[in-house]
């Protein structure tokens, strides 16, 4: 009788966690932070807040299944064993609808950003490229992939970290504006807290929750990780809260430099360095 086929489980705890932190913050944080905050103006870092905390409450939920029965199928196995099999049925199409248009959406993002460096740089050749380079990392090994992720996911955190330091820095020390701080009067001088009004504000909940998408990929991962159960309970009591500092830290610090025109001068080339904050800053 042959034996049934069982999970290698090479990804580490550290690996899935950094899984969950880069699929969250990528091009939700920058690009669309653009349009949230012409939305919403300064209360866009309580519309991150708020959907953060939410999330944190759905990631208890579903880090409690997976501790039960850590699974590759994740939600979808979930709701067919405890509603029904046709919700695990239409969740797992949705995800896969919700994925593909996300992919093309990263897809176009990625020929932006390529395109801002290179602009001769057409996009029917940046756009396969990215296609390749995308399916040949997901066709490796689990463990391969972890550490792929865990990489990238680090020049990402290690970004926005600096990013937030100087940022922090040049608000409440004035490092690089003579001495003088910006302060916080870009929160509350151009046009008040809530620009848009309630009305903005609800708006641009839609694209913060698309903001905080891939966070689920947790439960995913935690089917491929080695000891899922002791994994499962260190990334859902840590990831929220680090994936909430980056967020509310970096999109706090956005809004505090481009809701005015008292910025540093040498902050204006720098954001040249990064087309994410450069679409951003455009709003300024």
Known sequence: MAEKPELKRGMTATQMEMIGIGGSIGVG???GSAAT???T????ILAYLLVGLVLFAVMRALGEMIYVNPTTGSFADYASHYLHPIVGYLTEWSNIFQYLIVGMSEVIAISQYL???WPTLPAWVSGPIAIIM???ANLASAKTYGSLEFYLSIIKVVTIIFMIVVGLLVIFVGVGNHGR???LGNLWQHGGFFTGGIKGFMFSLAIVIGSYQAIELLGIAAGETANPQVAIV???KSIIWRILLFYVGAIFVIVAFILGTNWPKWVRPSLKCSPGLALVGQLG
């Open 134 to 136: 995308l399916t040949l």
């Open 29 to 31: 944080l920058f690009m």
């Open 181 to 183: 701080p910006l302060g």
């Open 115 to 117: 395109n801002y460096w």
């Open 37 to 39: 905050i012409k939305w």
């Open 234 to 236: 260190k990334a859902v």
């Open 41 to 44: 103006g300064p209360s866009v």
